[in-house]
Protein backbone atom coordinates (compact mmCIF):
# COMPACT_ATOMS: atom_id res chain seq x y z
CA UNK A 1 0.00 0.00 0.00
CA UNK A 2 1.40 2.87 -0.46
CA UNK A 3 0.64 4.76 2.47
CA UNK A 4 3.12 7.65 1.32
CA UNK A 5 1.20 8.99 -1.26
CA UNK A 6 -0.87 12.00 -0.67
CA UNK A 7 -4.18 10.94 -1.63
CA UNK A 8 -3.95 7.21 0.26
CA UNK A 9 -3.30 8.99 3.29
CA UNK A 10 -5.97 11.27 3.30
CA UNK A 11 -8.48 8.44 2.27
CA UNK A 12 -6.99 6.39 5.27
CA UNK A 13 -7.51 9.37 7.80
CA UNK A 14 -11.06 9.65 6.39
CA UNK A 15 -11.43 5.63 6.73
CA UNK A 16 -10.02 5.86 10.41
CA UNK A 17 -12.20 8.75 11.20
CA UNK A 18 -15.08 7.04 10.07
CA UNK A 19 -14.67 4.11 12.19
CA UNK A 20 -13.82 5.53 15.18
CA UNK A 21 -15.82 7.05 17.55
CA UNK A 22 -16.96 10.37 17.37
CA UNK A 23 -16.19 11.72 20.80
CA UNK A 24 -13.34 10.50 20.52
CA UNK A 25 -10.19 12.90 20.16
CA UNK A 26 -7.63 11.05 17.33
CA UNK A 27 -3.98 12.70 16.48
CA UNK A 28 -5.82 13.33 12.76
CA UNK A 29 -7.70 15.84 14.27
CA UNK A 30 -4.96 17.75 15.52
CA UNK A 31 -3.99 20.65 14.02
CA UNK A 32 -0.46 21.70 13.98
CA UNK A 33 1.24 24.09 16.04
CA UNK A 34 -1.18 22.77 18.97
CA UNK A 35 1.65 22.31 21.32
CA UNK A 36 4.18 25.27 22.46
CA UNK A 37 7.48 24.74 23.67
CA UNK A 38 10.43 27.14 24.68
CA UNK A 39 12.96 26.41 25.84
CA UNK A 40 17.11 26.28 25.73
CA UNK A 41 18.48 24.49 22.85
CA UNK A 42 20.94 22.12 23.59
CA UNK A 43 23.75 19.78 21.44
CA UNK A 44 23.88 16.26 23.69
CA UNK A 45 27.55 15.26 24.27
CA UNK A 46 26.60 11.67 25.87
CA UNK A 47 29.41 9.56 27.12
CA UNK A 48 29.48 6.63 29.72
CA UNK A 49 32.56 7.98 31.71
CA UNK A 50 34.22 7.15 35.65
CA UNK A 51 33.54 8.17 39.20
CA UNK A 52 37.20 9.47 38.87
CA UNK A 53 35.90 12.09 35.82
CA UNK A 54 32.88 12.97 38.10
CA UNK A 55 35.43 13.64 41.03
CA UNK A 56 37.14 16.00 39.17
CA UNK A 57 34.63 18.07 38.13
CA UNK A 58 33.23 17.63 41.72
CA UNK A 59 29.99 16.59 39.74
CA UNK A 60 27.22 13.90 41.80
CA UNK A 61 26.30 10.45 40.17
CA UNK A 62 22.95 12.01 39.82
CA UNK A 63 22.55 15.79 39.12
CA UNK A 64 21.81 19.12 36.34
CA UNK A 65 23.93 22.04 36.93
CA UNK A 66 25.00 25.08 35.12
CA UNK A 67 28.61 25.11 33.75
CA UNK A 68 30.89 27.22 35.48
CA UNK A 69 34.65 28.61 34.87
CA UNK A 70 35.79 25.11 36.43
CA UNK A 71 34.16 23.02 34.23
CA UNK A 72 35.65 24.31 30.72
CA UNK A 73 37.79 21.57 30.01
CA UNK A 74 35.07 19.21 31.01
CA UNK A 75 33.66 19.53 27.13
CA UNK A 76 37.04 18.77 25.74
CA UNK A 77 38.41 15.55 27.88
CA UNK A 78 35.37 13.65 27.85
CA UNK A 79 35.42 14.11 23.46
CA UNK A 80 39.06 12.54 23.74
CA UNK A 81 38.44 11.06 26.24
CA UNK A 82 35.50 8.41 26.00
CA UNK A 83 33.32 7.68 23.58
CA UNK A 84 30.29 10.13 22.97
CA UNK A 85 27.08 10.31 20.73
CA UNK A 86 25.51 13.64 20.01
CA UNK A 87 22.22 13.99 20.24
CA UNK A 88 19.77 17.11 19.99
CA UNK A 89 18.83 18.03 23.40
CA UNK A 90 17.51 20.62 25.81
CA UNK A 91 14.70 19.24 28.36
CA UNK A 92 11.80 21.25 26.77
CA UNK A 93 12.96 20.50 23.30
CA UNK A 94 13.25 16.91 24.00
CA UNK A 95 9.41 16.67 25.26
CA UNK A 96 8.09 18.45 22.45
CA UNK A 97 9.89 15.93 20.04
CA UNK A 98 9.19 13.23 22.07
CA UNK A 99 5.23 14.32 22.17
CA UNK A 100 5.25 14.61 18.36
CA UNK A 101 6.38 11.43 18.33
CA UNK A 102 3.88 9.69 20.23
CA UNK A 103 1.42 11.54 18.44
CA UNK A 104 3.35 10.79 14.93
CA UNK A 105 0.47 12.41 12.62
CA UNK A 106 -0.37 15.11 11.51
CA UNK A 107 3.53 16.79 11.68
CA UNK A 108 4.37 19.96 13.19
CA UNK A 109 1.65 19.22 16.32
CA UNK A 110 4.94 20.56 18.43
CA UNK A 111 6.17 24.04 17.75
CA UNK A 112 9.53 25.19 19.23
CA UNK A 113 11.04 28.57 20.27
CA UNK A 114 14.49 28.89 21.52
CA UNK A 115 18.12 30.31 20.61
CA UNK A 116 21.21 29.08 18.85
CA UNK A 117 24.11 29.89 16.94
CA UNK A 118 24.46 30.24 13.62
CA UNK A 119 27.24 27.04 13.54
CA UNK A 120 27.59 23.40 12.62
CA UNK A 121 25.91 22.57 16.39
CA UNK A 122 23.12 24.85 15.33
CA UNK A 123 22.79 23.37 11.85
CA UNK A 124 22.75 19.88 13.26
CA UNK A 125 20.00 21.26 15.85
CA UNK A 126 17.91 22.56 12.68
CA UNK A 127 18.25 19.11 11.00
CA UNK A 128 17.13 17.17 14.08
CA UNK A 129 14.08 18.91 14.78
CA UNK A 130 13.16 18.38 11.27
CA UNK A 131 13.29 14.85 11.15
CA UNK A 132 11.21 14.89 14.34
CA UNK A 133 8.52 16.75 12.61
CA UNK A 134 8.59 19.56 14.94
CA UNK A 135 8.10 23.15 13.87
CA UNK A 136 11.41 24.62 15.42
CA UNK A 137 11.36 28.26 15.02
CA UNK A 138 15.21 29.55 16.64
CA UNK A 139 16.11 32.59 17.20
CA UNK A 140 19.76 32.42 14.99
CA UNK A 141 22.69 35.31 17.05
CA UNK A 142 26.23 35.08 15.97
CA UNK A 143 27.33 36.31 18.83
CA UNK A 144 27.45 32.83 20.92
CA UNK A 145 28.10 28.94 19.73
CA UNK A 146 24.90 26.65 20.56
CA UNK A 147 24.79 25.69 23.58
CA UNK A 148 25.56 22.17 24.85
CA UNK A 149 25.03 19.54 27.57
CA UNK A 150 27.73 17.01 28.72
CA UNK A 151 25.88 13.99 29.87
CA UNK A 152 28.21 12.29 31.98
CA UNK A 153 26.90 8.69 32.77
CA UNK A 154 27.45 6.22 35.24
CA UNK A 155 25.52 3.13 35.58
CA UNK A 156 21.73 4.51 35.49
CA UNK A 157 22.83 8.12 36.87
CA UNK A 158 23.62 10.70 34.76
CA UNK A 159 25.12 14.05 35.31
CA UNK A 160 24.35 16.80 33.23
CA UNK A 161 26.85 20.12 33.00
CA UNK A 162 24.83 22.61 30.76
CA UNK A 163 27.09 24.72 28.90
CA UNK A 164 23.90 27.20 27.64
CA UNK A 165 26.12 29.98 25.27
CA UNK A 166 24.08 30.87 22.79
CA UNK A 167 20.55 29.16 24.59
CA UNK A 168 21.12 32.17 27.17
CA UNK A 169 20.99 34.61 24.54
CA UNK A 170 17.21 34.33 23.59
CA UNK A 171 15.60 37.31 23.19
CA UNK A 172 11.68 37.82 24.01
CA UNK A 173 11.84 41.61 21.83
CA UNK A 174 13.70 40.12 18.25
CA UNK A 175 11.54 36.61 18.42
CA UNK A 176 8.97 35.85 21.08
CA UNK A 177 7.07 39.01 20.02
CA UNK A 178 7.20 39.29 16.29
CA UNK A 179 4.41 39.21 15.12
CA UNK A 180 4.29 35.84 12.93
CA UNK A 181 6.05 33.84 15.65
CA UNK A 182 3.80 34.96 18.72
CA UNK A 183 1.12 33.58 15.99
CA UNK A 184 1.97 30.42 16.59
CA UNK A 185 1.76 30.87 20.68
CA UNK A 186 -1.95 31.85 19.47
CA UNK A 187 -2.65 28.47 17.61
CA UNK A 188 -1.48 26.52 20.64
CA UNK A 189 -3.91 24.50 23.07
CA UNK A 190 -1.21 23.47 25.45
CA UNK A 191 1.86 25.08 26.06
CA UNK A 192 5.11 23.31 28.27
CA UNK A 193 8.44 25.09 29.35
CA UNK A 194 11.17 23.43 31.39
CA UNK A 195 11.92 25.68 34.96
CA UNK A 196 15.85 25.85 33.05
CA UNK A 197 14.23 28.68 31.11
CA UNK A 198 13.81 30.59 34.43
CA UNK A 199 17.43 31.39 34.07
CA UNK A 200 17.05 32.54 30.55
CA UNK A 201 13.76 34.97 29.85
CA UNK A 202 11.50 35.13 32.41
CA UNK A 203 9.96 37.55 30.73
CA UNK A 204 9.63 35.27 28.16
CA UNK A 205 7.76 32.66 30.12
CA UNK A 206 4.97 34.95 31.59
CA UNK A 207 3.93 36.32 28.11
CA UNK A 208 3.10 32.82 27.06
CA UNK A 209 1.96 31.95 30.78
CA UNK A 210 -0.31 34.97 31.05
CA UNK A 211 -1.66 34.28 27.78
CA UNK A 212 -2.42 30.85 28.33
CA UNK A 213 -4.33 31.89 31.57
CA UNK A 214 -6.42 34.66 29.65
CA UNK A 215 -7.33 32.00 27.09
CA UNK A 216 -7.95 29.18 29.36
CA UNK A 217 -5.05 27.22 27.95
CA UNK A 218 -2.95 25.10 29.23
CA UNK A 219 0.30 26.37 30.69
CA UNK A 220 2.52 23.58 32.25
CA UNK A 221 5.91 23.59 33.81
CA UNK A 222 8.88 21.58 35.17
CA UNK A 223 10.55 22.15 38.19
CA UNK A 224 13.76 20.87 36.50
CA UNK A 225 16.29 20.78 38.98
CA UNK A 226 17.03 21.64 42.45
CA UNK A 227 19.18 24.52 41.84
CA UNK A 228 15.99 26.05 39.62
CA UNK A 229 14.08 26.13 42.99
CA UNK A 230 16.56 27.14 45.51
CA UNK A 231 18.56 29.77 43.37
CA UNK A 232 15.95 31.54 40.82
CA UNK A 233 13.11 30.76 43.25
CA UNK A 234 11.38 34.44 43.12
CA UNK A 235 11.61 33.80 39.15
CA UNK A 236 9.87 30.65 39.39
CA UNK A 237 7.42 32.02 42.11
CA UNK A 238 6.44 34.71 39.46
CA UNK A 239 5.31 31.99 37.41
CA UNK A 240 3.41 29.33 39.27
CA UNK A 241 0.02 31.10 39.92
CA UNK A 242 -0.58 30.81 35.78
CA UNK A 243 0.87 26.88 36.45
CA UNK A 244 -2.23 24.59 35.02
CA UNK A 245 0.15 21.18 35.51
CA UNK A 246 3.49 20.82 37.56
CA UNK A 247 5.86 18.46 36.63
CA UNK A 248 8.67 17.24 38.79
CA UNK A 249 10.79 14.61 40.74
CA UNK A 250 11.28 13.65 44.01
CA UNK A 251 14.69 15.05 44.41
CA UNK A 252 13.31 18.60 42.90
CA UNK A 253 9.78 17.59 44.76
CA UNK A 254 12.04 18.20 47.87
CA UNK A 255 14.41 20.88 47.14
CA UNK A 256 11.13 23.15 46.28
CA UNK A 257 9.23 22.19 49.56
CA UNK A 258 11.88 23.15 51.79
CA UNK A 259 12.46 26.55 49.93
CA UNK A 260 8.32 27.03 50.14
CA UNK A 261 8.44 25.89 54.30
CA UNK A 262 6.26 23.03 53.39
CA UNK A 263 8.44 21.41 56.22
CA UNK A 264 7.58 17.47 54.43
CA UNK A 265 9.87 15.61 52.43
CA UNK A 266 6.38 13.50 51.90
CA UNK A 267 5.99 12.98 48.02
CA UNK A 268 2.33 13.26 48.32
CA UNK A 269 2.06 15.74 50.99
CA UNK A 270 4.51 18.10 48.30
CA UNK A 271 2.36 17.36 45.33
CA UNK A 272 -0.69 18.12 47.93
CA UNK A 273 0.54 21.47 48.90
CA UNK A 274 1.96 22.14 45.71
CA UNK A 275 -1.57 21.71 44.07
CA UNK A 276 -3.06 24.16 46.71
CA UNK A 277 -0.73 27.25 45.83
CA UNK A 278 -2.26 30.22 44.70
CA UNK A 279 -3.47 30.24 41.03
CA UNK A 280 -5.31 33.05 38.59
CA UNK A 281 -7.12 30.85 36.04
CA UNK A 282 -10.00 29.45 38.45
CA UNK A 283 -11.45 27.66 35.68
CA UNK A 284 -9.12 25.09 35.65
CA UNK A 285 -7.50 22.88 38.79
CA UNK A 286 -4.00 22.55 39.22
CA UNK A 287 -2.81 19.35 38.83
CA UNK A 288 0.87 18.27 40.19
CA UNK A 289 2.69 15.29 38.56
CA UNK A 290 5.58 14.07 40.72
CA UNK A 291 8.20 10.91 39.38
CA UNK A 292 9.94 8.92 41.81
CA UNK A 293 12.23 6.76 39.36
CA UNK A 294 10.95 3.30 39.69
CA UNK A 295 8.38 4.08 42.56
CA UNK A 296 5.00 5.06 41.72
CA UNK A 297 4.11 8.24 40.04
CA UNK A 298 1.89 10.47 42.53
CA UNK A 299 -0.62 13.07 41.26
CA UNK A 300 -2.57 15.68 43.21
CA UNK A 301 -5.96 17.59 41.75
CA UNK A 302 -8.23 19.27 43.61
CA UNK A 303 -8.52 17.23 47.09
CA UNK A 304 -7.28 13.80 46.24
CA UNK A 305 -3.95 12.65 46.02
CA UNK A 306 -3.53 9.40 43.25
CA UNK A 307 -0.47 6.85 42.49
CA UNK A 308 0.22 5.44 39.40
CA UNK A 309 3.30 2.36 39.01
CA UNK A 310 5.55 3.02 36.47
CA UNK A 311 6.11 0.07 34.08
CA UNK A 312 9.00 -2.12 35.47
CA UNK A 313 11.90 -2.95 33.38
CA UNK A 314 14.80 -5.07 34.03
CA UNK A 315 18.10 -3.34 35.23
CA UNK A 316 19.92 -4.64 32.60
CA UNK A 317 17.74 -3.03 29.77
CA UNK A 318 18.37 -0.03 30.93
CA UNK A 319 20.85 1.63 28.90
CA UNK A 320 20.76 5.56 29.85
CA UNK A 321 18.36 7.47 32.53
CA UNK A 322 19.36 10.53 30.64
CA UNK A 323 16.16 11.23 28.47
CA UNK A 324 13.45 9.75 30.68
CA UNK A 325 12.01 12.73 32.68
CA UNK A 326 11.83 14.64 29.63
CA UNK A 327 10.01 11.54 27.44
CA UNK A 328 7.59 11.36 30.63
CA UNK A 329 6.64 14.65 30.05
CA UNK A 330 6.77 14.51 26.49
CA UNK A 331 4.07 11.27 26.72
CA UNK A 332 1.78 13.21 29.18
CA UNK A 333 1.95 16.05 27.01
CA UNK A 334 0.55 13.99 24.16
CA UNK A 335 -2.01 13.03 25.92
CA UNK A 336 -2.86 16.11 27.04
CA UNK A 337 -2.94 17.84 23.67
CA UNK A 338 -5.53 14.87 22.61
CA UNK A 339 -7.51 16.09 25.52
CA UNK A 340 -7.30 12.41 26.79
CA UNK A 341 -8.04 11.74 30.68
CA UNK A 342 -5.32 12.23 33.25
CA UNK A 343 -4.89 8.70 33.69
CA UNK A 344 -3.96 8.08 30.15
CA UNK A 345 -1.40 10.76 29.96
CA UNK A 346 0.32 9.28 33.07
CA UNK A 347 0.48 5.63 31.19
CA UNK A 348 1.14 7.50 28.03
CA UNK A 349 4.04 8.95 29.98
CA UNK A 350 5.32 5.88 31.30
CA UNK A 351 5.34 4.52 28.28
CA UNK A 352 7.33 7.03 26.86
CA UNK A 353 10.06 6.76 29.37
CA UNK A 354 10.05 3.50 29.57
CA UNK A 355 11.11 3.17 25.57
CA UNK A 356 13.87 6.51 26.41
CA UNK A 357 15.82 4.16 29.05
CA UNK A 358 16.56 1.37 26.80
CA UNK A 359 18.26 3.66 24.50
CA UNK A 360 21.06 6.26 24.21
CA UNK A 361 20.38 10.01 24.58
CA UNK A 362 16.63 10.93 24.17
CA UNK A 363 16.32 8.79 20.98
CA UNK A 364 13.88 6.55 20.19
CA UNK A 365 12.42 3.74 17.46
CA UNK A 366 10.40 5.25 14.30
CA UNK A 367 6.99 4.15 15.46
CA UNK A 368 5.46 4.34 19.70
CA UNK A 369 3.99 0.59 20.12
CA UNK A 370 1.53 2.39 22.45
CA UNK A 371 -2.64 1.84 22.70
Same mark, same amino acid.
Not at 257 to 276: N, Y
Given at each position: ????????????????????S???????????????????????I??????????????????????????? #?????? =?? $?? +? *?E /??? %???T?? &????????I??????????????????G??????A????????????????????????????????????????????????? #?????? =?? $?? +? *?? /??A %?????? &?L?????V??????????????????????????????????????????????????????????????????????????K???????????????M???D??E??????I???D???????????V?????G???E?????C?????????V???R??????E??D?K
Amino acid at each position: MASDEPKAKKQKLTEEKATKSPTKKTPAELSPNSLFGMGNPLLDICAVVDKDFLDKYSLKPNDQILAEDKHK #ELFEEI =VK $KF +K *VE /YHA %GGATQN &SVKIAQWMIQEPHKVGTFFGCIGKDKFGEILKTKAAEAHVDAHYYEQDEEPTGSCAACITGDNRSLVANLAAANCYKKEKHLDL #EENWKL =VE $KA +K *VC /YIA %GFFLTV &SLESMLKVAKHASENNKLFCLNLSAPFICQFFKDNLMQVMPYVDVLFGNETEAVAFAKEQDFETEDTQEIARKAQALPKVNSKRQRVVVLTQGKDDTVMAISDKVETFPVLTIDPKDIVDTNGAGDAFVGGFLSGLVQEKPLSECVKAAHYAANVIIRRAGCTFPEKPDFK
